[in-house]
């Protein structure tokens, strides 16, 4: 028989009775690859951050989860277009030390001697963050994580589990540790991090710092959709905040109990802009205001630090695309709702002059009115 048939003959019996499988290889493993008869295809190959070995003639070889015999296997069924009956084998020189991410992210992190839960949690960032360009860089390149960044996270860090040795050692609260200031357990290489996504995601739309997805718990309040997103902006309404669950809409002031509430049963929240308005004429503070809490010519005035003494309630006018319509506020003392009207975003509102009679107590007057009516 040739000899060199004899020795392809023994290249596949060392490969297939070679020592017991190791566990799946990860990012930063060194490997050796042998091509029998091939030296120009023999040598030294890592596995890269995505799980890739890369040599020549078959490119890139994705090998996530697998060992080196399944490794030799996949090779040399690659390298048969090339290679006339190859011989593959596949050695792990050297394995990185890593922890173990299970669920959330997924994937591998490089251990670091003596490294904490929480600071591990820390240079996994970027991975947890689905808006990673709002995590401030700290000295020498790291990432730098606050309190504010782990509540964005899509992952639950709340709840994370560590795994040594197929033994749970506890659940940790990665949150309240970053509050605290304190680091939780050590790890060690091998340990692995269990984590779960949060189960319930609000699109936060309209006047918030940074509009985007908000991910939730299932005890988590609504009003945390609004801390990740930053919150309202300066120029938000605070009374008009639409809320909208399986088709419904619903609108809520900030203050309303509701936000308190578990936010799993909500799809969406849109901000919208405070209505801007030009109010001129006998009030304390002619000029633009923002209506924050509510649209309406009561509020308006309000705003603008009511009338003065001499304004003539029973005719302010109100002029919206060119046209002027007039109202006496005086009549919602009565109930007459009629003389309260909705004001648009560039509506202008004027108060003029009237009889020598106090326009602040009735005005007074009008806003207690109004406060009950709000109560019944």
């Not at 004001?343 to 005005?363: I, Q, T």
Request: net charge negative; proline share 6%; with cysteine.
């Amino acid at each position: 028989m040739p000899s060199r048939v004899i020795f392809s003959i023994m290249a596949l019996l060392i490969i297939c009775t070679a020592s017991p499988a190791i566990a799946a290889v990860h990012p930063g493993d060194e490997l050796f690859v042998t091509v029998y008869y091939h030296p120009e295809l023999t040598g030294p190959i890592s596995v890269d951050s995505t799980n890739h070995i890369s040599m020549p003639l078959v490119g890139a070889v994705d090998v996530r989860g697998l060992e080196t015999k399944q490794i030799a296997a996949k090779l040399q069924e690659s390298l048969r277009a090339y290679v006339v009956k190859p011989a593959v084998a596949v050695q792990l020189k050297t394995q990185l030390p890593v922890v173990f991410i299970s669920g959330g992210p997924g994937g591998t992190l490089k251990y670091e001697p003596g490294e904490t839960l929480a600071a591990a949690l820390g240079t996994l960032a970027p991975r947890l963050l689905d808006v990673t360009k709002d995590v401030a860089v700290g000295a020498g390149g790291a990432q730098a994580v606050s309190f504010i960044d782990l509540q964005r996270a899509r992952v639950d860090l709340r709840h994370v589990g560590l795994v040594r040795d197929e033994k749970i050692l506890g659940t940790f609260d990665v949150v309240e540790l970053f509050a605290r200031g304190t680091g939780g357990p050590e790890l060690q290489a091998g340990d692995t991090l269990t984590m779960s996504n949060k189960p319930h995601v609000v699109r936060v739309s309209g006047d918030v710092a940074r509009p985007g997805v908000a991910f939730l718990s299932e005890d988590e309040p609504l009003t945390d959709a609004l801390s990740q997103v930053g919150g309202l902006s300066p120029t938000s309404s605070t009374g008009l905040i639409q809320l909208k669950a399986g088709g419904s809409v619903q609108t809520i002031s900030q203050g309303d109990p509701r936000w308190n509430a578990p936010a799993n049963t909500i799809d969406s929240i849109v901000v919208p802009v405070a209505a801007r308005v030009n109010i001129v004429g006998l009030v304390e503070k002619p000029g633009p205001i923002a209506l924050k809490t509510d649209n309406t010519l009561l509020s308006a005035m309000y705003e603008a630090g009511g009338p003065t003494n001499w304004a003539d309630l029973r005719n302010v006018q109100v002029i919206q695309n060119g046209a002027r319509s007039s109202y006496d506020v005086t009549r919602l003392v009565h109930g007459d709702m009629t003389q309260n009207p909705q004001l648009h975003d560039g509506d202008l509102v004027f108060v003029p002059e009237g009889h020598k009679v106090s326009a602040v107590s009735v005005f007074q007057n009008l806003l207690s009115a109004a406060l009950l009516f709000k109560l019944r």
